[in-house]
């Protein structure tokens, strides 16, 4: 046994000595190799919900090339598809580089079970994201005292009153500027023929559900049902505002006069826009971008070749003439890291400088438009595209967001007159997408008990008189106490910061 032993000892210092030889004895490409491998570019994985991406990926290779990385996109077109696989995979300890956690909602479901970075420390190197985002937006990335989030400049205001000039010339009206004239105006656009064809063929307002009501509610100085904003220096929510039920009668009041597409609550996707490209609706409270887009005027101009839809500001009501409403706790995108990124420190630090590169200039222009000299060029300050073919998806990569009114004139030509028309309209702020719900609460049972009660108000299947028990079965049935204590105490809260 002794001499067993003594033998297994010699063959295993054997072994040790030919391994060690080995490797000194490497040839020099072997040893080239093994140096190459070292210096790899760092893999960063972004995961996200989208779809569209060339391989390769011209954004993604010039954004390695510029900083030394190699960037992987894991996505999933669908975002519940996305967020169920996510799900998966954090529950598994399997963590992305970066995560879309998209809205604080999500971000606080994560960061509270303690799967997400706490950034607080590392702020003073984010500060060219910072700067650029704005610190603003950076509080709504913030959570019980961790900034958990990476906020995305949030989109502009998009939505105006939007009316058919054609028609309003055809019947000897003004541009309507109060809400009594947009219910004049659209009275005679569904009974005076403003087509001039002869038919009964024509309404007067079309939307895409109660959203369709939206320039109504805020002409009253609310809210549409649900909404959060500060009046009189207090948290008020829209369905315990005083002026809303004043709105609902006046909306009950449109829709008994038969002014109003009698489809327009069961309107979904694009079928209200369909309406109004076809030439059967006058007046509609919607975003710019879908009806001032070329494609659109085109398809809208094959139907009448005169036909021309303008902007109006918002029509003064009781309220004042607020155009709508506007979140300002919104953001367009929000990202998280993994709280396990504290154990690779140079990863984390690749992180963050492609999150400063595409928040300064030379990287935001890359991931707005491409390449310079190939996708696009600049004249004096204004950027001209000239090939956008590759970087279609580009959005993708604007993870803390663009100068959205120069990048939507000069990518996507829409007129600067219509944009700015739009930013500058007066609105209520409301503050919804700060509210992290409390235990207990289940916001779609709510939305869909007030939804339903509203659109019975409206249509007069239920009187106005009830209004108050239906809050206090809102209150008892559905919690909603505990949620607008909740909300009141977190907006407050963020409002005084």
């Known amino acids: 046994m002794k001499k067993s032993l003594l033998v297994s000892l010699i063959m295993m210092l054997f072994v040790s ?34 779809t569209g991406f060339p391989d ?68 003073e190197k984010l500060q060219p994201s910072v700067t650029f985002a704005g610190e603003d937006n950076f509080k709504k990335g913030n959570l019980d005292g961790k900034q958990y989030g990476i906020p995305r400049i949030p989109d502009v205001p998009f939505s105006t009153w939007w009316v058919r000039k054609d028609w309003l010339d055809n019947l000897g009206l003004k541009v309507p500027t109060t809400i009594e004239e947009i219910t004049e105006v659209a009275k005679a ?75 327009l609550i069961a309107n979904t996707g ?3 826009l369909d309406k109004i490209y076809k030439g059967q609706y006058g007046l509609i409270y919607h975003s710019w971008t879908d ?7 085109e398809e809208i101009k094959l139907v009448n070749p005169k036909a021309e839809w303008i902007q109006i500001k918002a ?51 890359l991931v707005m438009y491409g390449e310079e000299g190939k996708n696009y060029k600049m004249n004096g300050d204004k950027v001209e595209i000239t090939d956008p073919k590759g970087v279609e998806h580009s959005h993708y990569f604007q993870l803390t967001g663009r100068p959205n009114a120069e990048y939507l004139a000069s990518k996507f030509g829409y007129a600067q007159q219509q944009i700015d028309f739009a930013i500058e309209q007066p609105r209520i702020e409301i503050y919804d997408s700060l509210i992290t719900l409390p235990e207990g609460f289940v916001a779609s049972d709510a939305e869909r008990y007030i939804n ?16 108050d028990q239906f809050i206090s079965t809102l209150e008892g049935t559905y919690n909603y106490k505990a949620y607008l204590d909740s909300a009141t105490e977190q907006i407050s809260e963020f409002v005084g910061q």
């Open 315 to 365: 029509p003064t009501g009781p309220g004042g003439n607020l155009d709508g409403v506007y979140d300002v706790a919104t953001v367009s995108r929000m990202w998280s890291l993994p709280k396990s990124l504290e154990k690779e420190p140079e990863k984390l630090e690749k992180i963050l400088e492609l999150f400063n590169y595409v928040s300064e200039r030379e990287g935001n222009l």
């Open 189 to 263: 656009f569904t009974f005076n023929d403003p087509d001039q064809n002869g038919k009964n063929d024509t309404y007067g307002i079309t939307g895409g559900g109660l959203s369709g009501f939206t320039g109504v509610f805020s002409a009253f100085g609310v809210g549409t049902p649900g909404n959060f904003y500060i009046k009189d220096g207090e948290v008020v929510n829209s369905l315990y505002d005083p002026a809303m039920k004043d709105a609902l009668a006046f909306i009950k009041g449109m829709i008994d006069e038969g002014v109003v597409d009698p489809e």
């Open 56 to 123: 390769p990926d011209p954004i993604a290779e010039a954004l390695n090339k510029a900083l030394g990385i190699k960037i992987k996109i894991t996505a999933l077109a669908s975002e519940e598809d996305y967020f169920n696989q996510l799900n998966v995979r954090l529950a598994a300890g399997n963590y992305p580089d970066i995560i879309l956690t998209q809205d604080r909602q999500r971000m606080a479901e994560y960061g509270r079970k303690g799967m997400l970075l706490d950034l607080t420390p590392y702020m």
């Open 291 to 297: 009806i001032a887009k070329k494609e659109n005027q």
């Open 270 to 272: 694009r079928q209200h």
């Open 452 to 467: 339903e009660e509203i659109v019975k108000f409206i249509y007069g299947n239920r009187p106005l008189e009830e209004y």
């Open 17 to 50: 000595m030919f391994v060690m030889g080995c490797s000194s004895n490497k040839t020099s490409s072997e040893k080239e190799q093994d140096s190459v491998n070292s210096n790899k570019p760092m893999e960063i994985e972004i995961a996200m919900s989208g």
